[in-house]
C-alpha cells in the first residue's frame, strides 16, 4: 500500500520538476547577460561567436531548445560549466556531498537539542528551561546565519582556536580517501581515527551555525505539540493505569508528538539547503552553495540552474520520505 | 446631505465610534499584557525613528552618504568620538548603521509590498473563479514553493544582474506565491461564510461583496504573514548583499557592511559585530511583533 501511494506521489511531483525545469530554463535562456560572450572573450570574432553559440546550442528556436535541454536532463546532460569547463552534473556530484554532509550534521545537531529542550519545557512550563527555549526559538530565527558563522570564527577559531575557521579537512593530513565524499563518513569507514576528528572538527562551526536556525523551529513544534498531546485523554488514562512516567512521556506522548515536528524536520532539509549558500561562504565549505555563488560571479548560468534543480529534487525526495515516515510513527495513518 | 441627519443616524455613527474605541482599547490591553510584543512594537519603532531621523542621529551623516575618506581615522576601534569604531576607508560605523535603517525600511517595504501587490489579486480571483484558474495558480505556486526562495532570488539576481533593487524585485518574486495561497483560501472558505451569503440574497453586488464582505476579512491574516515574512525580507536581502548579489558598496547596507567587515575580522571585530546585530535587533522585533498578532487574532494560539 504504502509502495503504490508513494509511487502515486512520485507521479504527482512529475508536473511540479517539469515546471522547476521551464523555470530554471526561462531564467537561463533569456539571460541578458550573455554568457556565450562571456566564454568567447573580448577578443573573439563573430564568426567564433557563432561556433560558440552552436556548441551551446543557443541558436535554435527557444521551444526546440527546451526540449533539447529536457532531453540533456534526462540523459544525463546538465550543460557544462563555463567557468569550470566541467560537465555540470559531473561538478554538482563533486560538491554535493559536502553540502549533504553539512546539512545533514545541522539537522543532527538541530533534533539531538530541539527535541529534549522542547519535550522538557513542555513538561516543565515557565521554568529556566522553558523561558531558555524561549529564548532559543526568538533568537534563533532572527540570527543572520552568516553572521553568527563570523561570530563563531571570531572567537572560537581565532582568538581561542578551538576549531578551525574554513574548509573541509586540514592540509597537511590530507582528504580521506574518497568513498561517498561526506568526509567523516569515509574516515569512518577508512577506519583512520585522526582523519575522523580533525573532519568532525571542521565540520563543527558550519554545522552548528546552520543549526540554530532549525533548533529554533524545531524546539517550538516540539514544545507546542507535546502540550497538545499531553492533554489527551489517553495521556491520562496512562498515567492513571500507573505506568511510569518516562514511559508515558517517551512511548505515548512524545511519539505522536513527532509527527507535526517531523513535518518541520523536513522543511527544515529544503530550508537548509538554501541556507546553507552563506554558510558555505562564509567557512568556505565546498559545497553546491558556494559552487553557485561563484558561478554568479562569472554570470555561468548552467551550473546555477543544476543546482537549483538538484535543490528543489531534494526538496521534494524528502517531503515524501517525512510523508512514508508518518505511518511509522502514527499506525492509524493509511496511505490509500 | 449630513446636514439633516436624523438624530438615530447620529446615534448610530456615535456608537460605532464608541465601538472602534473600544476595539482599540481591547487591542491595546492584549498587546500590553504580552511584553515580548511590546519589544517587538518597540524595536520596529526604533528601526522605523532611526531610519526617519538619521541624519540627525548620525554623528557623522556625510560618511554614510557621500564619498569621503579619513585616512588618520582607518579601523579604529569603538570610542567616544566613534561608539562602533570606523571602517577602512575611516568612516563612522555608527553614522552608517544609521542610515543602515533607510535602506532597511526600503526593502522591507519593497519586498513584501511587492510580493502582496502580485499575490493577493492573483489568489483572490483563483480563490473567487475557482475551476481551471485556481488549478493553473496552484500549479504555478507549487513550482515556486519546491524551490527554496534563496535559491531561486539567486538564480533571478543573477539574470538581472546584481544590484539593490534587483534582489528586492527578485525576492518579491518568489516570495508572492505564498500570499497567493493565503489569500485563495481565505476566500475560499470566507465564501462559505454565512455572512456572504447573507449578503449575496439581499442582493449586494458582487464587488462589494468581494472587497466590504471577503477582503476585509482576509486582511487579519495576511498582516500577520506580512509582518513575519518583514523580518524574512531583511535577512534574506543581507544575505544577498553579504554574497555580493544585493546592495553594492559602499551603500551603507549592513549585509554589504557585514561582507566587507569580514577582511577584518579577526583584528577589527567591530567592523562586522554592529552591523550585524542591527539587523539581528531589527529581524527580532518583526518576528515578536508578528508573533503577538497571531497570538491575539488566534486565540487559540494563547500559552503555546
Request: charged share 15%; with cysteine; net charge positive.
Amino acid at each position: 500500500m504504502l509502495r503504490r501511494y508513494l509511487l502515486r506521489q512520485l507521479v504527482a511531483m512529475l508536473p511540479t520538476l517539469v515546471g522547476i525545469t521551464l523555470l530554471t530554463f526561462i531564467i537561463s535562456h533569456v539571460a541578458p547577460a550573455d554568457p556565450v560572450r562571456f566564454a568567447a572573450g573580448p577578443h573573439a570574432t563573430q564568426e567564433q561567436v557563432e561556433q560558440l553559440k552552436r556548441y551551446f546550442g543557443v541558436d535554435q528556436p527557444l521551444h526546440l531548445q527546451y526540449l533539447n535541454y529536457l532531453r540533456g536532463l534526462l540523459g544525463g546532460d546538465w550543460g557544462r560549466s563555463i567557468r569550470s569547463k566541467q560537465p555540470v552534473l559531473a561538478d554538482l556530484a563533486r560538491y554535493f556531498p559536502a553540502s549533504l554532509e553539512l546539512v545533514g550534521a545541522a539537522i543532527f545537531l538541530a533534533v539531538l537539542l530541539g527535541v529534549p529542550l522542547g519535550v522538557v519545557s513542555a513538561l516543565r512550563r515557565n521554568s529556566l528551561v522553558d523561558n531558555l527555549a524561549r529564548v532559543v526559538a526568538v533568537a534563533g530565527v532572527a540570527l543572520p546565519a552568516f553572521w553568527l558563522g563570523l561570530l563563531l570564527q571570531l572567537t572560537l577559531a581565532f582568538q581561542w582556536q578551538l576549531f578551525p575557521a574554513v574548509g573541509r579537512y586540514s592540509p597537511e593530513l590530507g582528504r580521506p580517501a574518497a568513498i561517498t565524499g561526506i568526509y567523516t563518513l569515509d574516515a569512518l569507514l577508512n577506519g583512520n581515527w585522526t582523519a575522523f576528528s580533525d573532519t568532525l572538527r571542521h565540520l563543527a562551526l558550519p554545522a552548528f551555525t546552520l543549526a540554530v536556525n532549525p533548533l529554533a523551529t524545531i524546539t517550538r513544534m516540539t514544545r507546542a505539540s507535546m502540550l497538545e498531546v499531553l492533554s489527551r485523554d489517553y495521556i491520562k488514562t496512562a498515567r492513571a493505569s500507573g505506568l511510569a512516567p518516562w514511559t508515558v512521556i517517551t512511548k505515548y506522548a512524545l511519539k505522536n508528538a513527532m509527527i507535526p515536528t517531523t513535518t518541520m524536520i523536513g522543511l527544515n532539509v529544503g530550508w537548509l539547503l538554501a541556507g546553507s549558500f552563506l554558510v558555505e561562504a562564509v567557512f568556505s565549505w565546498p559545497g553546491i552553495g558556494l559552487y553557485t555563488v561563484e558561478s554568479s560571479f562569472y554570470s555561468d548560468f548552467q551550473p546555477i540552474m543544476g543546482s537549483t534543480l538538484v535543490i528543489g529534487l531534494t526538496f521534494l525526495l524528502v517531503n515524501l520520505a517525512v510523508e512514508a515516515l508518518y505511518g511509522l510513527l502514527d499506525p492509524r495513518i493509511r496511505y490509500g | 446631505m449630513a446636514e439633516t441627519r436624523l438624530p438615530q443616524d447620529l446615534a448610530l455613527a456615535a456608537a460605532a465610534r464608541a465601538e472602534r474605541a473600544r476595539g482599540a482599547r481591547v487591542a491595546w490591553s492584549l498587546l500590553a499584557a504580552s511584553p515580548t510584543t511590546l519589544l517587538g512594537l518597540g524595536l520596529v519603532l526604533l528601526l522605523i525613528l532611526t531610519a526617519l531621523l538619521a541624519p540627525f542621529i548620525a554623528p557623522y551623516p556625510d560618511d554614510a552618504t557621500k564619498p569621503v575618506l579619513h585616512i588618520r581615522d582607518r579601523l579604529k576601534p569603538p570610542s567616544w568620538a566613534h561608539p562602533f569604531g570606523t571602517d577602512e576607508l575611516g568612516k563612522d560605523i555608527l553614522s552608517r548603521v544609521v542610515f543602515g535603517a533607510r535602506v532597511t525600511i526600503e526593502i522591507v517595504l519593497r519586498v513584501v509590498g511587492l510580493a502582496m501587490l502580485i499575490g493577493v489579486p492573483l489568489g483572490a480571483m483563483a480563490g473567487f473563479l475557482g475551476g481551471w484558474v485556481s488549478t493553473v495558480l496552484l500549479r504555478l505556486t507549487d513550482v515556486f514553493l519546491a524551490l527554496p526562495g534563496l535559491v531561486l532570488s539567486i538564480a533571478i539576481v543573477m539574470l538581472l544582474g546584481p544590484s539593490l533593487s534587483h534582489a528586492m524585485l527578485a525576492l518579491a518574486l518568489v516570495w508572492w506565491p505564498g500570499y497567493a495561497r493565503l489569500t485563495q483560501g481565505q476566500v475560499l472558505s470566507l465564501k462559505q461564510e454565512g455572512f456572504v451569503e447573507a449578503a449575496r440574497c439581499v442582493g449586494v453586488s458582487p464587488s462589494r461583496i468581494i472587497f466590504d464582505h471577503i477582503l476585509r476579512n482576509a486582511v487579519t491574516p495576511l498582516i500577520v504573514k506580512a509582518s513575519l515574512d518583514m523580518g524574512y525580507a531583511i535577512l534574506a536581502a543581507a544575505g544577498l548583499g553579504y554574497i555580493g548579489l544585493g546592495a553594492q558598496p559602499p551603500t551603507p547596507e549592513w549585509g554589504v557592511m557585514i561582507s566587507k567587515g569580514r577582511n577584518y575580522l579577526a583584528d577589527q571585530w567591530w567592523y562586522t559585530v554592529f552591523p550585524g546585530l542591527a539587523i539581528f535587533l531589527s529581524v527580532l522585533g518583526f518576528n515578536l511583533l508578528g508573533d503577538g498578532f497571531r497570538d491575539m487574532l488566534d486565540p487559540n494560539a494563547h500559552g503555546r
